[in-house]
């Protein structure tokens, strides 16, 4: 559990801070083994909480704030939405078109010569093949690969 040390009510001495440091910071107290909150809090060490992570679109990337805030009598840790990066966005079409290649790959010995094709297994690999130009791509399901 990350915490952090306060200065005055709501403003930070020290984030991170551990009970490590507030050991070393007070070498002549003997704590005990199992340091209750109510002993951090004496010392002005609280717990710092993690908020809800948020929903976001494929095209977004999610970053946890680097410091926590204070409100209603509780230290929290929040997030930042921020818009993926163009390396990033051709990534994600990068790693999609492999997922497609892949499952392309394992239907190719449907599509042999000597192989009546099926009509669904057909419109699999064309879907699998049309999945680039589809709206919303790379973000989009992969076809479900009809049964055998």
Do not use: C, H
Not at 61 to 86: F, N, Q, R
Request: proline letters at 7%; aromatic letters at 8%; charged letters at 35%.
């Amino acid at each position: 559990m990350s915490q952090v040390k306060e200065k005055s009510r709501g403003v930070i001495d020290q984030y991170p801070y551990s009970t490590q440091q507030l050991k070393q910071d007070n070498p002549n107290t003997s704590f005990p083994s199992e340091i209750t909150e109510e002993v951090l809090q004496s010392y002005n060490v609280y717990p710092v909480s993690v908020e809800s992570r948020p929903e976001i679109s494929d095209d977004k990337k999610l970053e946890l704030d680097e410091a926590p805030t204070y409100k209603d009598g509780v230290w929290s840790i929040g997030w930042t939405v921020k818009s993926k990066t163009e390396e990033e966005l051709q990534g994600d079409i990068y790693s999609k078109r492999r997922e497609r290649d892949e499952a392309l790959k394992l239907t190719d010995s449907y599509a042999l010569t000597d192989r009546e094709l099926s009509e669904e297994m057909a419109t699999y690999r064309q879907d699998l093949r049309d999945l680039p130009e589809q709206e919303g791509f790379p973000y989009i399901n992969t076809p479900n690969k009809p049964s055998e």
